[in-house]
T-cell receptor, first 114, second 115 residues
Framework: AQSVTQLGSHVSVSEGALVLLRCNYS??????LFWYVQYPNQGLQLLLK??????LVKGINGFEAEFKKSETSFHLTKPSAHMSDAAEYFC????????????FGAGTILRVKS | NAGVTQTPKFQVLKTGQSMTLQCAQD?????MYWYRQDPGMGLRLIYY???????DKGEVPNGYNVSRLNKREFSLRLESAAPSQTSVYFC??????????????FGAGSRLTVL
């Protein structure tokens, strides 16, 4: 079975600092990987997705993620945090042999301090 | 541009009561999903429907039933609610082929409390 682990349920950064949210997947075959963001009292929105076309994926709002097969990781970064980035972030994985169903990590709540 | 619409947004039930969460999408998507979100557990798939007329169990189907009424609508029913079903429920849909099929569009969520 495939799964995804997000390290750190809460991350706190200062405004303007680097954001790094960690995600590792368990799969012998590179899967499709996704990052979603959930703002308070809203549904989830897609930030970016990895589909094997390029290992560095750029998403919305200045976020990007790098797929590293050797480390089975897909960490999310942003060079400079904004107050508006405060939200919960979810890493997700899917594979075609599992019907393309998304399996989500437990989520990481990002807090941005002024 | 409504996207995915869920009703109701909030509901309080007593143990043993039944209710149905409604979901409709206007994007002509083939696939629809019901997830539940609990603190520290992320989103867990309850049921999904790959196309009109088909439904399949996800990770946590016990205590739930679903109906794919037509291409637009996918409802989730709790026949006899239990406190363990207190959660936020999200409906989602996706369309397209290959990786496009994985880009889910989510509704705003339905917060259910079972006393």
């Amino acid at each position: 079975a495939q799964s995804v682990t997000q390290l750190g349920s809460h991350v706190s950064v200062s405004e303007g600092a680097l954001v790094l949210l960690r995600c590792n997947y368990s799969s012998s075959v590179p899967p499709y990987l996704f990052w979603y963001v959930q703002y308070p009292n809203q549904g989830l929105q897609l930030l970016l997705k990895y589909t094997s076309a390029a290992t560095l994926v750029k998403g919305i709002n200045g976020f990007e993620a790098e797929f590293k097969k050797s480390e089975t990781s897909f960490h999310l970064t942003k060079p400079s945090a904004h107050m508006s980035d405060a939200a919960e972030y979810f890493c997700a994985v899917s594979r075609m042999e599992y019907g393309n169903k998304l399996v989500f990590g437990a989520g990481t709540i990002l807090r941005v301090k002024s | 541009n409504a996207g995915v619409t869920q009703t109701p947004k909030f509901q309080v039930l007593k143990t043993g009561q039944s209710m149905t969460l409604q979901c409709a999408q206007d994007m002509n998507h083939n696939s629809m999903y019901w997830y539940r979100q609990d603190p520290g557990m992320g989103l867990r798939l309850i049921y999904y429907s790959a196309s009109e007329g088909t439904t399949d169990k996800g990770e946590v189907p016990n205590g739930y039933n679903v109906s794919r009424l037509n291409k637009r609508e996918f409802s989730l029913r709790l026949e006899s609610a239990a406190p363990s079903q207190t959660s936020v429920y999200f409906c989602a849909s996706s369309g397209g082929q290959g990786t496009g099929a994985n880009v889910l569009t989510f509704g705003a969520g339905s917060r259910l409390t079972v006393l």
